[in-house]
Each structure stands twice: as structure tokens, then as C-alpha cells.
């Protein structure tokens, strides 16, 4: 363990894929002097429990632009970080049974293209043809993007923080935020409970905790963890790979291959927010209906293991990126719902820039947390 650094340009609460992205653009940027906090181990929050989805298929165009740039750097990531982070490729299918929802479909598609996203519009037949195993005669229609895909998070978020680390980031961990100092209107500094760190910026990037650590500062977040469980089968030959991640929106239930397995999960419209990760062993039963009515097949497959992980919300299902009001020197990266770990990525560059330059070039507006206070607020209708 190295000695406890009692100052730091910049203190960043939590080492999730947020955390680590912005220690990672903060070091490359040549910003050394930050201490990133993390109250147990490194991506093994949400981050490690993600099913690391990443598609461009998404209704709001700040959000098509953020997976952009994402899918660009899991590209070259092997490369570049000299490491394995299993992007697979494998394409988005969205299944539509409701008339609103196809609709709603369509005019999604004439946004993503207007944003070069590859993405194809099927019929019944079509969707039949290429994935013979999927139920579609109550489906108005499909809409798929090749480029979609998924990768590892805690690969993805290792991968930042170890570059970030050797780059000159005081990673510490099993040390948690007890205390924001606010002296007027100015971030001070922080407790924990290994030791205070003077600083003058403050990133708050903790997940689900995110409103707890705004609060330290006097600060009201609007966000809530909700907790979202998702379920792994046996090796399963019964479905030939490679097999898309299969949305079927109405109902919330998405599925794709995980190892020789298949991973599936769906969100449960009744379930309150906390912040418990408990698995209910009862909506495994709503979990596997809902698959069998889209994939009769499945009905062969036996579940394995079960996790939940918590989603964190804001009231639109986008995130607030950006400077916190009333407190100068406080940053947030939270409530980015089932994307976060798709946005991490780019939530990290753009906070990097908000602190080394005052600005970014990418428009905050949709992001920002003065929204909520306005008209501005645009809903991301494409949330599971
Ligand atoms: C089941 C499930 C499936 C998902 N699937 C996808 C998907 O397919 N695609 C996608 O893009 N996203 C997905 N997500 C969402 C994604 O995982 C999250 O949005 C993302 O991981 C959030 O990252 P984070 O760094 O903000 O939070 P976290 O990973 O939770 O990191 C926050 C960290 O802060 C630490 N912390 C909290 N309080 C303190 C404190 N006081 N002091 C020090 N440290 C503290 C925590 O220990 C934690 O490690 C999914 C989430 C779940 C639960």
C-alpha cells in the first residue's frame, strides 16, 4: 500500500466503468494528481454486474453519438490497452409487438440513419427466416444493427483504470467517502475513512450511491437505484449462435448467448427503488414465461446462476453529466439506467474536459441538471 496522499487536484468517488473512464482521460491529459476513491474493489459494482450491452439503436441523438464513440474505442481497445474485453458483435435485435411501438420504431430508424447507424427494418417474414427459433406472429416488426453487440465491462473498466494507474492515478481501494467539505460555494475537500484529502474538485461517479454522495455536498440529485436481475442457462445447443441480443421491447425481456449458455433478464414494471441485489427466485418464474412465448425452445433450458445489480434513474432514464449547481468544483456522471456502461466511456472524456478546460465540444443541453428544471427535458424512450 502506498502512503496516503493528503492532497489532490482532483478526489473521484467511485471505480466503476465512470470512475475509471475519468481517472483514465484525466491522466492521459496529463492531470496526475487524482486520487479515485472506492469503497470496496475496483468494477465490481454495476459495472462488474452488466450485461455490457452496446448498441447505437437508441431514440435520442446524444445517446447515438455517445455509443459512436464507444464502439470506436472497444475497436481498437485490444490494441491500445493490451487487453481482451470480448466484444462480440453479434447485432441488436428490437422486436415490436405494439402498433405504437413500431411506430415509434420507425421514426427512430430515420434518426439513427441520419446518424450513419447501419440499422435494418424486418418484417414477420424476414425476422422468421434469419432467427427460425423466435415466435413473430404477434410481432408488427423488427429493427436490427449488426455493429450492435456486447462486450465485458469489468474488462473494459480494469482495462482504463490499470493504464490510468501506471499513468500516475493514487488508486485506493476499500477506502470509502465519508465527508464533502463545502466552504461558501467551494468544494474543499473530502473524509474517509482511511485519512481527509484537500481538494478543490470532487467527481462523483458513484453508481447508485450517487445521490448519497451528492447530499454530503448539500446537493439534491435526482436519482434512484432500482434493482434489475438477470439469469444464465446451462450450455445450450438448442438456439445456433451467433445469436443477437434479442430486445422484445413491450414486454422488457431481452435475451443473448452468454459462453456456451444463453443470459436473459427483464425489468419488473412493479419493482419499488432500493438498493437491494437480493435474487428473487420468484421472478425467475416471469422471467422464463416471457421468454418462452418469444423462443419456445427455451423452454429446454435450464438456469444456472442468477444475479441483481441496481440500475440508477433519473426521472427522463438520462443521465446528468456535468458540473453540480451551488457548489463550485463538484462533477457528476449518474443515472444513466441500463446504458452506463455503453456511456462510461465518453461520460469520462467529457467530464476530463469539463475540468482541464472549463468546456467540452459535446452538447451537454439533454444532459445537463438544470433540465429538470426546464422544458428541455427529452425522454429516452429505448430503455429496458
Ligand atoms: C443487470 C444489469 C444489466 C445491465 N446491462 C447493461 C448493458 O447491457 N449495457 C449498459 O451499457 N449498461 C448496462 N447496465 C448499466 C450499467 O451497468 C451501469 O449504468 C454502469 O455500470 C454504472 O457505472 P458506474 O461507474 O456509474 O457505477 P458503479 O459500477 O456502481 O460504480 C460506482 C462505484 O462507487 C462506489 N462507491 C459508492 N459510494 C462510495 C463512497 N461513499 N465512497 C467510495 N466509493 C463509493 C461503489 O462501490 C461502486 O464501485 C446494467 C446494469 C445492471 C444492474
Not at 32 to 56: P, W, Y
Not at 89 to 104: D, I, N, S
Not at 206 to 216: C, D, E, L, R
Not at 341 to 353: C, D, K, T, Y
Request: glycine share 10%.
Amino acid at each position: 500500500m502506498g502512503e496516503w496522499k493528503n492532497t489532490a487536484d482532483v478526489v473521484i468517488v467511485g471505480g466503476g466503468i465512470m470512475g475509471a473512464s475519468t481517472a483514465y482521460y484525466l491522466a492521459k491529459r496529463g492531470q496526475k494528481d487524482v486520487v479515485l476513491l472506492e469503497k470496496d474493489l475496483l468494477a465490481q459494482a454495476t459495472t462488474g454486474l452488466s450485461v455490457g450491452g452496446i448498441r447505437q439503436q437508441f431514440s435520442h441523438p446524444a445517446n447515438i453519438l455517445l455509443s459512436q464513440e464507444t464502439l470506436r474505442l472497444f475497436k481498437r481497445f485490444p490494441e491500445e490497452f493490451d487487453t481482451d474485453i470480448g466484444f462480440h458483435q453479434v447485432g441488436y435485435l428490437f422486436l415490436a409487438q405494439e402498433e405504437e411501438t413500431w411506430k415509434e420504431f420507425l421514426d427512430n430508424v430515420n434518426l439513427q440513419r441520419s446518424y450513419k447507424v447501419p440499422v435494418e427494418v424486418l418484417n414477420q417474414r424476414e425476422i422468421k427466416e434469419r432467427w427460425p427459433y423466435l415466435e413473430t406472429d404477434d410481432l408488427k416488426g423488427g429493427t436490427f444493427c449488426a455493429e450492435d453487440g456486447y462486450a465485458d465491462p469489468y474488462s473494459v473498466a480494469m482495462g482504463l483504470a490499470n493504464v490510468a494507474r501506471k499513468d500516475g492515478v493514487c488508486i485506493e481501494e476499500k477506502t470509502e467517502l465519508t465527508s464533502i467539505q463545502v466552504e461558501g460555494d467551494r468544494i474543499q475537500g473530502v473524509e474517509t475513512n482511511k485519512g481527509s484529502i484537500s481538494t478543490p474538485v470532487v467527481v462523483n461517479v458513484a453508481g447508485p450511491w450517487s445521490g448519497k454522495v451528492a447530499k454530503m455536498a448539500g446537493v439534491d440529485l435526482p436519482v434512484k437505484p432500482y434493482r434489475r436481475q438477470a439469469f444464465v442457462t446451462t450450455a445450450f445447443k438448442d438456439i445456433p449462435k451467433p445469436i443477437p441480443l434479442i430486445l422484445d421491447f413491450d414486454v422488457s425481456f431481452y435475451f443473448r448467448e452468454e459462453g456456451p449458455g444463453i443470459l436473459m433478464g427483464r425489468s419488473d414494471p412493479d419493482e419499488p427503488s432500493s438498493f437491494s441485489t437480493n435474487v428473487d427466485w420468484n421472478f425467475l418464474t416471469k422471467v422464463t414465461e416471457t421468454a418462452v412465448l418469444r423462443a419456445p425452445v427455451l423452454e429446454k433450458a435450464q438456469i444456472r446462476r442468477g444475479w441483481g445489480g441496481l440500475y440508477t434513474i433519473s426521472p427522463d432514464n438520462n443521465p446528468i453529466i456535468g458540473p453540480l449547481p451551488g457548489v463550485e468544483g463538484f462533477y457528476c456522471a449518474s443515472g444513466f439506467s441500463g446504458h452506463g456502461f455503453q456511456h462510461g466511456p465518453p461520460a469520462g472524456r467529457i467530464l476530463s474536459e469539463l475540468i482541464l478546460d472549463g468546456q467540452t465540444g459535446f452538447d451537454l443541453t439533454p444532459f445537463s441538471y438544470d433540465r429538470f428544471n426546464t422544458m428541455r427535458k427529452i425522454v429516452e424512450k429505448r430503455v429496458v
